[in-house]
């Protein structure tokens, strides 16, 4: 699927460097997964149930540290 560039886009681009993570909100359907696939360089799918436990099962053998 090909994918269009939102208005959103030219913002994320000019931030994106500088920050470490960033969060998409909007009503359903609107392309946020799209927009941020383009630019994520790991994505965990926490609705698919087998990565949902393979994130599970790794965080708590690796605490994420404060």
Do not use: N, W
Not at 23 to 46: D, I, N, P, S
């Amino acid at each position: 699927m090909t994918y269009h560039r939102r208005i959103v886009d030219d913002v994320i681009d000019e931030l994106f460097p500088s920050l470490a993570a960033i969060a998409l909100e909007g009503a359903k359907g609107v392309g946020k997964t799209a927009t941020a696939r383009q630019r994520a360089r790991t994505m965990f799918a926490l609705d698919d149930l087998p990565q949902r436990t393979a994130f599970r099962s790794a965080r708590r053998s690796r605490p994420i540290p404060d």
